[in-house]
C-alpha cells in the first residue's frame, strides 16, 4: 500500500513526463485466480481435507456427549471416587477435542498455504513474463488497489502466460493431503 501510494506521489510530483515514460499496466487477481485450472484442483483437494476434520471434530464431539448424558443419568447412583473419575475423564475429553480443534485449524492453515504457494507463484511468474514482454514498470492488482491511474489492462494476456505454465507445471495426479 506504501509502495503504490509513493507511486502516486511520485509521479504526481514529477508531473506528466514522468507519466508518458513509466509504463503501468493492471491485472485483475480475482479473474486470474477463477481461471486457473489447478486452482480448481486445489480447491477441491482442501475441501476434503476440511471435510475430514470436520468429520473428524463431529465424531468426537457426538462421543463427548454419549459420555455426558452416560454420567448425567448415572451420576447420582455413583459413590464420590467414581463420581469424580468420571468427571475427570470427561474434562479430559473434552480438553482433547479443544486440543484436536486447534491442531486441525492449525493443519488446515498449513494445508491452505501449501496449495496456495505454487498457484501464487505460477500467477506472479505470469505476470512477470508480460511485464517484461511490454516493458512495464509497474503492474498493479486493480481488485485491490484504492486507486490507481489506470494504465493497460494485461489480465487477459497474463491468463494466456498463466494457462501455459499451469499447464507445465500442475500436477496431473494429486494426492490428498492427510493431517499428521
Do not use: C
Request: net charge negative; charged share 30%.
Amino acid at each position: 500500500m506504501r509502495k503504490l501510494l509513493l507511486l502516486l506521489v511520485v509521479l504526481v510530483g514529477l508531473g506528466g513526463t514522468a507519466i508518458s515514460q513509466t509504463k503501468i499496466a493492471h491485472v485483475e487477481s480475482q479473474i486470474l485466480w477463477d481461471t486457473l485450472p489447478s486452482a480448481k484442483v486445489a480447491l477441491k483437494q482442501y475441501a476434503e481435507v476440511e471435510k475430514d476434520a470436520y468429520d473428524e471434530m463431529t465424531a468426537m464431539q457426538i462421543e463427548f456427549e454419549a459420555a455426558y448424558k452416560k454420567y448425567e443419568v448415572a451420576q447420582k447412583d455413583m459413590i464420590r471416587t467414581v463420581r469424580e473419575y468420571e468427571e475427570k475423564k470427561l474434562m479430559e475429553m473434552q480438553q482433547k477435542i479443544e486440543t484436536t480443534n486447534q491442531s486441525l485449524k492449525e493443519h488446515l492453515m498449513n494445508v491452505s498455504s501449501d496449495l496456495n504457494a505454487p498457484l501464487q507463484d505460477r500467477i506472479k511468474r505470469a505476470i512477470d513474463i508480460v511485464a517484461v514482454r511490454k516493458k512495464l514498470a509497474y503492474v498493479i492488482d486493480a481488485s485491490s488497489a484504492i486507486y490507481y491511474a489506470g494504465g493497460d489492462d494485461i489480465t487477459n494476456e497474463v491468463i494466456v502466460e498463466l494457462l501455459k505454465l499451469d499447464k507445465a507445471e500442475a500436477p496431473t495426479v494429486t494426492a490428498p493431503v492427510t493431517p499428521n
